[in-house]
Each structure stands twice: as C-alpha cells, then as structure tokens.
C-alpha cells in the first residue's frame, strides 16, 4: 500500500487524539495503577485507543492491532499485510500530575517491514511523522538530519530508575556525556534523538513505547538497538538504546 494513503487518515486521526488529550487533561481524571503504583492508566488512555482502533478498523479492515491498554490480535508475528502498534497517551505519569510532557504514538509495518511511525507531541502541537519511503517531518517540514556526534558531545536521555540503580554501568554513561536528561516519555525523548538535542536515549521500553520512534530514526540514520536481546524487533520488550552512530559506539563499549 502506498504511504500516502496510510498518512492522509493518520493525520486526520491524529488531529482527534490531539482535541481529546488536551480535552482530557482539563478534566477530572480516572486513575488506576497497572503493574506498580507508578504505572499509571487513566480513562484518556483507554478512550483514545478505542477511538484509534475503530478507525483502523473501518478504514484498513484486515490490518492487526497491538495496543498498550489491552487490544492484542491473535498470530501478530505474521508477516502479512498491515500491523499497527498503539500507544494512546505516552507519558501517562506526566499527564496525570504536570498535565505536559506527554505523547501519542503509532507505527505501522507492512509485511513485517517499516513502514511509518507518528509521534504527536500534544502540548507543543508538533506531530513527528515519516519512514523509510518519505523521510522524517515535523508537522509539514521535513527535519534534517543531525550530526553524528559523541557521546562526549551531547547531552543524553536515560531512564531515571537505571540511573539510581547504576543498570548497565549508566552512570559511567551519564559521566562520559555533557549531561543527562529524564523526560518520562518514550515519544518526547524519542524526538530529542530525532532532532538533535539529545545524543542518545536509553530505558527499558514495551514494543508500544518504541516502534514508531524506531521507524523514525531509522529513517533519520540513526541507530536503534536492544542491548540484551540480539532478536530485538517491533514485538519484543527490552533495553533500547536510541543514538547517533558516534555515541552508539561510544555508549555500548561503556555498557559493557
């Protein structure tokens, strides 16, 4: 299928998600933790992933859908046909309490190959869109690539539990860069990396919370890669490193 018929529903769809997000935060909110306390869902979550998975579903009737708040299709391995990964509302903690710095995300593969990824920053009205056969765009302007630089170089993004636990020697990691960073989006820090004002992102991310940041960088030339699972794909949870190639050399030798 081509792309453009993909991304002109996309975009519309999008435009919704962003109007009930924002909608949404002005509200009084339905809580609920998930795995731990800190694992936040609220009834946004579930409302913008339902209106999602209707409209993929009338639109591309065959497609598979895997999203974050509980729709699994069945054999999602399958290389066939169109395969949407959902993630409502990125950030969910920083909705909750700071009503900012939070995201929605889709990304689909066709045939098991990458196909587009869309990251939404809701509050900065900016969506991040593109893949392999189109290029990488924030809103209607096509972004440039960014410098291949070192990890000494620039600032990084890394998940602030690996942090206070020292996970994969991460503090070396932190030391080594000009500083670091914690956002507590998948989608936000993902954009950083995208444009430049992060040299890396590393945290231990569901397929949900990477696949369309993924397509993007790749489209971007920069490297994505799981640290602990050399079969890391668009299904599989695991510690992602999110880099230049430069800072990705850099990063994994400290990572051990």
């Known amino acids: 299928m081509h792309w453009k018929q993909i991304n002109e529903h996309v975009q519309v769809w999008l435009r919704e998600v962003s109007r009930q997000l924002l909608l949404g935060r002005k509200q009084?909110?339905?809580v609920a933790t998930k795995s731990e306390r800190t694992d936040l869902v609220t009834n946004i979550d579930k409302q913008v992933e339902k209106y999602l998975v209707a409209k993929i579903r009338a639109t591309f009737p065959t497609s598979k859908i895997l999203g974050e708040e509980g729709t699994k299709d069945k054999d999602l391995a399958s290389s066939?046909?169109?395969?949407?990964?959902?993630?409502?509302?990125?950030?969910?903690?920083?909705?909750?309490?700071?009503?900012?710095?939070?995201?929605?995300?889709?990304?689909v593969y066709e045939n098991g190959h990458e196909k587009l990824g869309y990251i939404l920053d809701v509050t900065a009205q900016k969506l991040y869109w593109g893949g392999p056969e189109c290029g990488v765009f924030c809103n209607d302007e096509r972004l440039p690539k960014v410098a291949d630089l070192s990890l000494a170089q620039g600032l990084i993004d890394v998940s602030g539990r690996m942090l206070m636990n020292n996970y994969h020697n991460v503090c070396k990691m932190a030391q080594t860069s000009m500083g670091i960073r914690v956002y507590g989006s998948a989608g936000i820090s993902f954009i950083h990396v995208l444009t430049g004002k992060t040299v890396a992102y590393?945290?231990?991310?569901?397929?949900?919370?990477?696949?369309?940041?993924?397509?993007?960088a790749h489209a971007q030339g920069l490297s994505v890669k799981g640290i602990d699972d050399s079969k890391f794909d668009m299904l599989s949870s695991d510690d992602v490193l999110v880099a230049t190639k430069n800072a990705e050399e850099d990063i994994l030798k400290l990572l051990g």
């Open 28 to 30: 009084e909110l339905q």
């Open 80 to 107: 066939q046909g169109l395969l949407w990964i959902i993630d409502p509302l990125d950030g969910t903690m920083n909705y909750v309490k700071q009503r900012d710095c939070f995201a929605s995300m889709i990304a």
């Open 202 to 216: 590393f945290s231990h991310l569901h397929p949900w919370d990477y696949a369309a940041g993924k397509i993007l």
